[in-house]
Structure formats: C-alpha cells, structure tokens
C-alpha cells in the first residue's frame, strides 16, 4: 500500500463512513469437514468515478469499476454508479490505517480485522472448531451491524 498522509487517510475514511460497506459473510465454499468459510468485502460506490480513482490511486488497492449500467439506463437522469472494492488481503492492509478515522464503521471493520487476523489464507483449511465458532460469532454481530446501520 502507499503511504498516505493524515489528511488521506481521514478523507478515505469518511468516504467509507458515509458511502462505503465493510462486510463480513459465508462464503460459498464449504470445507472438506462441511464447515461454512467466511469472506470479508469493502466497497465504496459513488457516481463520481474521478473520486473513486483518486482514493483507488492513492492506496494503490483494489479496483474501480463499474457498477451498475442498467440502473443509470433505466433511469433517465441517473448517473452510472462506479465502485471501488477490494478484498481480504488488500483490507489486511488498509484498514488498520483509516482504523482511527472511521466513526459509523469503526466496529465493523475491528470484527473484520479480528476475523482476517485469524484466518488462514488456505481456504479456511486447517481451522479448529473453536476458531469456528468465533468466525460465527464475528460474522453474526458484523451482520446486525450492518442491518440496523449503527457500526459504531
């Protein structure tokens, strides 16, 4: 990751805090014991895609692109919406930077933290019963995070 100034590093998390999704989810592989794995997922939409790549640029994580044409085409006087979105290992990376800036997400992205910190990078292979269990207790909280809109 680039180094970012302070000011960065607070514009891109209220960017998150406002426009953005830290998710935490199964994933649809399951392993060879039949136990769900878990994925963790950022992403920023905006439809000011010059934004979006400015951030994409300044990190030098993720990708922009392209969200949805059809809703901007249906809609007449709608923009296109772009993303910027990134995985686990790029958020292994950024998020303990912006960590201190973030206020809406700040919870969320610790539970995401905590599961990434854990997780074997090998598919979820190798993993005991116990980290399991924590992964379900992560992966529930994140989710009534995000459902009611209160990550703090």
């Known amino acids: 990751m680039n180094n970012l100034t302070e000011t ?3 514009y891109i998390a209220g960017f998150i805090d406002g426009e953005g999704t830290i998710s935490i989810s199964k994933t649809g592989y399951v392993s060879t014991s039949g136990e769900n794995n878990y994925t963790t997922l950022l992403r920023v939409g905006n439809t000011n895609k010059e934004v979006l ?4 640029n300044w990190t030098g994580l993720g990708y922009v692109k392209i969200f949805s044409t059809k809703w901007s085409t249906e809609r007449k006087n709608n ?3 772009w993303k910027w979105q990134m995985a686990a290992n790029q958020m292994r990376e950024l998020l303990p930077v912006i960590l201190p800036y973030l206020l809406i997400k700040k919870r969320v992205a610790k539970l995401a ?3 990434l910190g854990d997780k074997p990078r090998v598919r979820g292979r190798h993993v005991s019963q116990e ?8 992966v529930k909280e ?6 009611r809109g209160v990550s703090i």
């Open 8 to 10: 960065q590093k607070a």
């Open 53 to 56: 790549e400015t951030i994409r």
């Open 142 to 147: 994140a989710q009534e995070l995000n459902q």
């Open 79 to 81: 923009k296109p919406l």
């Open 131 to 138: 980290l399991r269990e924590k992964y379900r207790i992560i």
């Open 113 to 115: 933290l905590e599961l």
